[in-house]
């Protein structure tokens, strides 16, 4: 059974960081494509960031320079490393694995105060 947890949300200021973490089980990340979503209450749900099983890295234009996607293989885990945070960041941050199918995690609350 696949599981994907997410952690390290929360209530920060503008201006201010966060690192979430993406641990998986059931799966192996490397094997395939890691991508972070996030939905903000009436948007629909985008990718903000995304890791390739070789390493290469694509991210949305509203965080390019600012969020910083990353993979550490011996703890089957990716993090999004999130700079800078404005209030537009503000959403329910997913984790997607495509490892064979999507797998997909619980979400984890993000909150930026202005």
């Known amino acids: 059974q696949v599981q994907l947890l997410e952690s390290g949300g929360g209530l920060v200021q503008a201006g201010e960081s966060l690192r979430l973490s993406c641990a998986a089980s059931g799966t192996r990340l490397s094997i395939g494509l890691v991508s972070w979503f996030r939905q903000a209450p009436g948007n629909q749900r985008e990718a903000v960031a995304t890791i390739t099983s070789d390493g290469t890295t694509n991210y949305a234009g509203s965080v390019k320079g600012r969020f910083t996607i990353s993979r550490d293989n011996a703890k089957n885990t990716v993090y999004l490393q999130m700079d800078n945070l404005k209030p537009e960041d503000t959403a329910v941050y997913y984790c997607?694995?495509?490892?064979?199918?999507?797998?997909w995690g619980q979400g984890t609350q993000v909150t930026v105060s202005s």
């Open positions: 997607m694995a495509l490892t064979g199918r999507p797998y």
